[in-house]
């Protein structure tokens, strides 16, 4: 008789939510906020972590840096003397577009959960699948340049319907541009109302103390215990 | 007895260089130049398309639209009156970030082959995954915006190694920048060396003549037989 192999096809989205749902216990267990930070490429989120991680207070910060291929940006954090950990997706066939579960959890253990109050993890530069992944964050926050036009939240609905909040970065290129800011927001209240947004310049510095305010703030309301995680597709744990 | 189902798990990357294969016999066959345009979202693929298009001398042209959702683009190129086909992505769970070969070879009926001279297949804007995958095409072209930063072909390899173009846009936004455009085409020239590159602006028209010129020649080169089509991984057929 020959035998017979079997594959058990999984559902990889209940895959990476489980593991989700063990960072998330690994996060609490530490008392450690987590941020999902998206964006397209460029949109600039390196640049205001630089501006915004320089002075958070009594809140100790650390970022996890998912990159395709490289370590530009990490080095560019470890720089400000907060805790960086790389961890590159190019091991897939060309590079994995996103970060998943299974991959933040292997960067776990390099990451000195002990001793933050604040992780952010910066995704790969991708408006699409990164927000099909959670990865065990409290919350999710995305940056959206204005270079990048005024339509983009209808175009990637889901990345801007994923997050709690849409930083709306590049605003001092605005008059350089044919985009219209007003339009910008009202598209995005279309596709996600209700969000949070903020209007910021990582080169101006303009907004840079209401989205340091607003991390501070998820920090507090998380010792508060207000912690409200929530796999995608499932109901509060 | 019980039955045993047995799941063949295909590579997809051989699947869709079939189909792509299958594709390219049919843009030989109707005598069609395929570019496949790539780019970050929100670089200008369609503002670019916009301006050049809008005069290709004896070149008859049409563009396949690739989108996570809606069809934004497609109307803009649509009031240039050139057929233009609305390939939507979101069927896959949040939204293909992709097209693939069988995604064009869907829409192959609907576009005019017969009719035309010139395809351009307008990608989802992400500047991972569509790299990964030929559609039948006989170039890949991609648009970076110099407001992504100078950094980009190091921190997306794939994407800039697998074109034979890089169009830099918004070019006319760098002097409110940061970025060094010397720098940026450096970075391009030590991920792809040897790779064309032009220097445009979809706002200002600066460059789009070159484009069209690109374009032009792409065509021209196919009629004398130099087509050159290498699905990823495979010698010329």
Known sequence: MHRIKVRVVEDALDANNTIARANREDFDRAGVTVINLMSAPGAGKTALLERALDDLGDVRVAVLEGDVEGSLDAERLASLHVPVVQLNTSAGFGGECHLDANMVRSALSALPLADIDLLIIE???NLVCPAEFRVGEDVRAMVCSVAEGEDKPLKYPLMFRA???AVVNKIDLIEHTDVDLDRLLANLQTVHPGIEHLICSARTGEGVDALRDWLIDKVAAARAGDG???????APA
Request: proline letters at 8%; charged letters at 10%.
């Open 123 to 125: 995704n790969v530069g």
């Open 163 to 165: 997050c709690e909040l």
């Open 228 to 234: 409200t995680f929530t796999p995608a597709g499932s």
